[in-house]
């Protein structure tokens, strides 16, 4: 017997999700004035009833019939028990005091969710259909044994960004709630052909990184998406002829395509099931020991319930400046134009939700958005496929020219210029031809994944719909072409206004209380993936505030970022190598010390390691009073060898020898005691002496150029530099460099020369198959993109690989000259300097010192 066959006389019920039993507990019973035997979804209208008196429109005719309208197509279709689990959880977190955000996804469209509390964005204020969210005709139910059944597939999708620090406490309740039914979710993550084509060609064929590099730059991204490899080699001459010639490694590679790479855990999906949750689907451990499924989103999603809760770190810290200046979330008006003006001449978007993007914030720096519904078209337009509207509609938004499609459809597309810019505008034309707004969503959604049979079905009855209703002939095939047009690149509205109005609350926060936005924006760099680049983005900003970082001080600073006047202190524990272990240790050392050596053992004392003490003194945090940091390092680590009997020795001939160790040392290697014995025996000093050499190593290397060592130690540590900037360490030899920020004001061709560090670093092939340099390069001030040739007024590119022994690599610093175009700098000469600065006895073997 085959291991099919196996299975084939096996009854499995797959009959779809059951949802998780929703209780009105009399403690909700209680606190909204309901009866006691109130049903489910008499409790959701109650809730509802509350909203509209909250809103003060309970009176309204439009917003009652629409919520009439929604609450009979939830009970319908079996979704009112899902609404208020959702509900439930929105409920836990605001009173658990864990805040959420305005909505996300198609679940903005839905009045009753506004009403309920779930969504903070009115979606009949802004045009957001219900319908967009549940589709009567889409949604399927199925009643077996008296059990209502939902089709995973079709089912409502409710999105909920939580508080990053609190979302575990959401994740606790509902696994409290629901014992043994809930899990995380697995993720499988598959070879592409792009990553197989470059990896098979270096390993089957033994082709250089290079030319696989070229190669499968030549498969294109359409609409963000990466093409297939045989839609590649059916499209594009080059990549198929290249393919032809090396058969085995595309052979190879389309083989191993789709294959599974690798699993992981779903970053904000939970799992929530009507049985124990191993009755529906099996489940795992992770590496951190938490129950996940052992299917995939997809297949988990056909007997359980899904949840997407994303910790967003914009939503802590809205909440958090909310909280400093003593105002609610909710007291924010998103319609302010006070939140717009900053808007007409953005030049520093950190921390701005959505629009610090680079890409967002170029659409936003091009369209100005005035209002919340261009900063929702900003989000909408900065993405692949959108992104070629964006001058059509900044040249709507800034002179209030576009060119008109049809007058027909001017109602709906001239609020965004022309560009159909929404699935919400796509329903509503089709609605305006004739079809009902779940038809509408239908005919989105079956053009959208391009079903081959069904849209040559629904093309018939547009052009018949339209004929029906005795409309002009050239409506239909404009309606179509903006259809199949448009489906590559339309947005969800939902999703986009209500983000928009997030980052309208972080616009609002950070130009009306910027320090106290900056606060909260530096106190959650520790959850960022690089905490120091985060920090030195923030603080770039700064200055056009007002408001200076002040550097961390052992007696000053808290162990988080703090006010200090008008500025704010660096916090100790963002300090690079001091970690969260060393909180009660650092509180302990916190004190008042006498001299250098009082210092030493009041961090001995404490339980401070000696990396640690070292890290503070390097950033400047503990003021020892030696010559130089890099002095005080070793110093640190010479006493560090010291017994407690040599130490009480040193302290005899402290002040006579101003502290200063090595002195100090060297005395006492002659010095007797009153039996005329030495203190430190020859055998004792070389000792200390082969034990102290490689810290004394490291420090003479680094006092070669010690404004570059602290320098260097303040970027690495901090984040940034409060001392001399690079500039003015390297305009001692070359006293025309200027800053990266300097450059973004010049004129195009001006020649430049600047210094700054790289932050990336790639040689790319042109559409012309020649080699270019590739280089993100900062100072203190900003980044530059910088590009090297070889062209006609010299070989820039050899010159610079020759000069520097290959191309520049991150973290590298390099003297630039070239010339301004645009927002690029066109290189000449690219110089790496060779200041090298030891932090760690491993430098010293890798120079062989």
Known sequence: MSFQQKFEGLDVPMHGVRLPKFDVLS????????????????????????????????????????????????EELGFVDYILLIWDVVDFCKQSDIP???????????????????????????????ERFVSRIRAKKNVVNGITYLDGSLMADVDVD????????????????????????????????????????????????????????????????????????????????????????????????????????????????????????????????????????????????????????????????????????????????????????????HGIFQIEADTNFKVCQKVKPRNLEELSAVLALARPGALQFVEQYANYTNHNQYEVIHEFFE???????????????????????????????IIRRVVGKKKVDEVKVWKEKIYSKVAENNLAEDIASIFWKILEDSANYSFNKSHSAAYAGLAASTIYLKFKHPKHF????????????????????????????????????????????????DDIRFGLLSIKGVSDKSIEKILNFKRDYLNKFDAFEAAKAAGLGIGTLSALIQAGAVNVSSKSRSYSVYEAQLWNILTEKEKKFCLNFAEELEFNLVKILTKLSTFTDEKGKKVLKDTRLETIKTKSEPYKLIYQQNNKNESFANWFYENALLGYTYGKRLRDIFSEKRASLIMAEEIIDLPDNTAVVFVGTVIFSKLK?????????????????ASKKVLLFNSKKGKFLEQCTELNNGIPKEGQICIIRGNKKEDCVFAEVVAVQNNKIYTK????KEKNI
């Not at 009866?35 to 439009?62: H, P, R, Y």
Request: proline share 3%; aromatic share 8%.
């Open 841 to 844: 006895l491993g430098d010293l």
């Open 162 to 349: 939580i508080c990053y620090y609190k979302r575990h406490k959401v994740l606790e309740y509902l696994d409290s709630k629901f014992k043994g039914k809930t899990s995380k979710i697995l993720t499988l993550n598959t070879l592409s052909g792009k990553l197989l084509m470059k990896e098979c060609g270096k390993i089957v064929s033994e082709k250089a990184e290079s030319e696989m590099t070229f190669i499968t730059d030549q498969i294109p991204k359409v609409f963000g998406q990466v093409k297939d490899i045989e839609e590649t080699y059916q499209e594009v001459e080059s990549f198929k002829k290249w393919c032809d010639e090396n058969p085995k490694v595309y052979k190879v590679a389309k083989k191993l395509r789709g294959l599974i790479k690798n699993k992981g855990v779903h970053a904000s999906g939970m799992l929530l099931s009507y049985d124990n949750l191993e009755e529906s689907c099996p489940t795992e451990l992770d590496s951190s020991k938490n129950e996940v499924s052992s299917f995939d989103m997809e297949w988990v999603a056909l007997l359980n319930v899904k949840l997407d809760l994303l910790g967003l770190r914009s939503v802590s810290v809205v909440d958090s400046v909310c909280k400093m200046i003593g105002i609610k979330v909710e007291d924010i008006d998103i319609n302010d134009p006070c939140i717009y003006q900053p808007l007409q001449d953005l030049k520093h978007p």
């Open 518 to 565: 900056f606060l909260a924006l530096l106190k959650m760099t520790k959850n960022e993936p690089d905490p120091i680049s985060e920090i030195s983005k923030i603080e770039r900003e700064l200055k056009y505030f007002g408001i200076k970082l002040l550097p961390p001080d052992i007696m000053r600073s808290e162990l988080d970022f703090s006010f200090e006047g």
């Open 765 to 781: 092939k042109s559409k012309k198959g020649s080699d270019y340099l590739w280089l993100e390069v900062k100072d203190e001030t």
């Open 27 to 74: 403690a909700y019973k209680t606190r909204f004035n309901v009866k006691g035997d109130c049903t489910n979804i008499e409790f959701l209208k109650s809730l509802c009833a509350l909203g509209l008196k909250k809103f003060n429109i309970e009176n309204n005719k439009i917003y009652k019939a629409r919520l009439s309208t929604e609450l009979e197509i939830l």
């Open 411 to 441: 109602d709906i597309l001239g609020k965004t210029g022309g560009v159909c810019l929404y699935q919400e505008q796509l329903m509503k034309m089709a609605h305006k031809i004739g079809f009902t707004l779940d038809e509408a969503e």
């Open 100 to 130: 959420t955000g305005l909505g996300r996804g198609s679940a903005a469209g839905s009045l009753v969710l506004y009403l309920i509390g779930v969504t903070k964005i009115d979606p009949v204020r802004y045009d957001l259909y219900f």
